[in-house]
């Protein structure tokens, strides 16, 4: 195994304004930290918003949507299929009883 290495890097000439006691520097990236969170929660609540929105027409657009009509097969015992049509009010099929059980 080899040891791990460190770099040591030399101090900037660059003064720490955390040193001095100025806390406006503190504050001002607090600010900031606060600002870009508030402004990714709003980018996120409008999402949320419309995406709800969206989904609110879509639901108002698929209720809209005409009614399908179940329409009458008759099945035989070898898996021959029969269509009989769609029922209607008009009553002209008579649908027995073991076809509406599950």
């Keep these: 195994m080899t040891p791990h290495k ?3 890097y030399k101090p900037l000439p660059v003064e720490n304004p ?3 006691g100025q806390e406006r520097a503190y504050a001002d990236l607090l600010a900031d930290a606060v600002r870009t969170k508030n402004f990714a929660l709003r980018v996120v609540g409008i999402g949320v918003l419309a995406a709800f ?3 609110l027409l879509l639901f108002r657009y698929a209720v809209s ?3 399908t009509v179940p329409v009458l097969v008759n099945v035989m015992p ?3 299929a029969q ?3 769609e029922v209607r ?3 002209a099929f008579q649908v027995p009883e ?3 059980q599950f």
């Design 78 to 80: 070898n898996g021959e």
């Design 6 to 8: 460190s770099t040591t």
């Design 83 to 85: 269509y009989l049509g």
């Design 53 to 55: 929105i969206l989904c």
């Design 65 to 67: 949507l005409q009614q």
């Design 18 to 20: 955390f040193k001095q």
């Design 98 to 100: 073991i076809a509406v």
């Design 89 to 91: 009010q008009s009553g």
